[in-house]
């Protein structure tokens, strides 16, 4: 029973899962009622942060600290592109948005590999450079949605959300590639050791580049989401979403030196942001204070998981 109840503590979806299940009483007491409505909206808010967080978890696990600071503007950025495109079609701005989002991860990536620039410093920068194209195109390119698009944004198959569905389905395709393909095991071997996966016969810069651009492609999707359920796209869009989904990832047990994940915890995770959100909301908590605790909380899980 000991050695099961052990079991069980050491699971990294365990915390968040708890972690959810607090915060929701919480917000029942601060509101006076059970409301099950909680929960689906929260389903709902948190996809951002989950494709973000699961983002972040994948760049983190390939190692040496690695951390990508752009997020928050690559997901600006093709916000902006999605609603400019979109006017045309909506596969060719959605499309755009992701592939744009890529090529920004493939300039993180060869910069931080072949420059030997660490991923913090490289993604500060680089995030300066994407912001300063944001800056250019927001005036000239459409900043509403796509209308069609924006249902979509909105639709309930089965009782849940239309996007909360799609990131469910690619957390999924993701689970496979990270933990049953050959890729998902190089990158955590890359993840726990670059030079002994090398020595091995590994591609860690091949490997390493990949993980970077799967999360641009993913932050492309998100902004080309975001956009549409917030109504446009706008010079701040992605800053709501960036502190949530660092903690969503340490949260989720991934560890900061790289080499170990778990995407269920991390969508867990997310998740639990999304209702820690909710409850700061509820108790009347200002923005300033509510970025004040969520830094608090990343801090400690950063140094929680340097400590694993």
């Known amino acids: ?21 607090i915060l929701y009483a919480l917000i029942c007491a601060v509101s006076g009622a059970v409301n099950v409505r909680v929960i689906t909206s929260g389903l709902k ?36 592109i999605s609603c400019e495109l979109m006017q045309y079609s909506i596969p060719l701005g959605l499309g755009m948005a992701v ?18 620039i660490h991923a913090m410093i490289t993604t500060m920068a680089t995030g300066y450079l994407y912001y ?52 998902g095991m190089n990158l955590h071997a890359v993840g726990q050791k670059r030079e002994a996966a090398r020595l091995a016969g590994i591609p860690v810069h091949k490997t390493v580049i990949t993980a970077f651009v799967i999360n641009g492609a993913l932050c492309g999707l998100a902004g080309a989401l975001n956009a549409a359920y917030c109504g446009g796209a706008n010079q701040d869009l992605g800053t709501t979403y960036f502190l949530p989904s660092i903690a969503a990832c340490f949260v989720g047990g991934t560890n900061a030196a790289g080499g170990r994940s778990n ?23 200002s923005v300033g204070g509510q ?8 801090v400690l899980l950063l140094v929680a998981a340097t400590k694993k």
């Open 132 to 183: 300063t194209v944001i800056l250019l195109v927001s005036n000239k390119f459409a900043n509403s949605p796509d209308s069609t698009f924006v249902k979509f944004t909105n639709t309930n198959l089965a009782g849940i959300n239309s996007m909360t569905a799609l990131v469910i389905a690619i957390a999924m395709i993701l689970y496979l590639v990270l933990y049953k393909s050959k890729y």
């Open 263 to 285: 995407i269920i915890a991390v969508c867990v995770g997310a998740f639990m942001m999304t209702l820690m959100s909710t409850f700061l909301n509820a108790a009347n908590i």
């Open 45 to 80: 808010l948190c996809v951002f942060a989950m494709l973000l967080g699961i983002a972040q978890m994948i760049v983190v696990t390939s190692g040496k600290g690695a951390i990508d600071i752009s997020q928050k503007y690559i997901l600006t950025l093709t916000a902006y």
């Open 291 to 298: 970025r004040l605790i969520q830094g608090i909380f990343i």
């Open 1 to 21: 029973m000991n050695h099961k109840m052990k079991k069980v503590l050491e699971s990294p979806v365990i915390w968040p899962l708890m972690g959810c299940i």
């Open 99 to 116: 592939l744009a989002g890529m090529a920004c991860g493939l300039i993180n990536a060869c910069i931080n590999v072949y420059l030997n």
